[in-house]
Nanobody, 124 residues
Framework: QVQLVESGGGLAQAGDSLRLSCAAS????????VGWFRQAPGKEREFVAA????????SYADSVKSRFTITRDNAKNTVHLQMNNLKAEDTANYYC?????????????????WGQGTQVTVSS
């Protein structure tokens, strides 16, 4: 079993950058596909980005493509989400999740393990 802890959220202005981190313990993250999801108040949880075990395949939601980058730091057992050119609509609680699959799934119900989330608030 793997435990996930997100960090790096906070307050930002439109156009700013933030980097979220998802640190794992219990097992190595290279055993899992790792995804980032977000949920804004009153909205459903939505897919943001995912990276497969060896980093060979990555996918992004259209709304963040070209602005967000997901990467692995295997030495630190961590996955990062670099968020550039933030917009007010990026405001949400961001969650990382791990799945015992070999593809970059966009479906939250395929992920087995979840962190507690980190809040990102972007003012316009």
């Amino acid at each position: 079993q793997v435990q996930l802890v997100e960090s790096g959220g906070g307050l930002a202005q439109a156009g700013d950058s933030l980097r979220l981190s998802c640190a794992a313990s219990g097992r190595t993250l290279t055993s899992y596909t790792v995804g980032w999801f977000r949920q804004a108040p009153g909205k459903e949880r939505e897919f943001v980005a995912a990276i497969i075990r060896n980093g060979g395949s990555i996918s992004y939601a259209d709304s963040v493509k070209s602005r967000f980058t997901i990467t692995r730091d295997n030495a630190k057992n961590t996955v990062h989400l670099q968020m550039n050119n933030l917009k007010a609509e990026d405001t949400a609680n961001y969650y990382c999740a791990a799945a015992s699959i070999s593809y970059d799934s966009r479906w939250f119900n395929e992920y087995d393990y979840w962190g507690q989330g980190t809040q990102v608030t972007v003012s316009s």
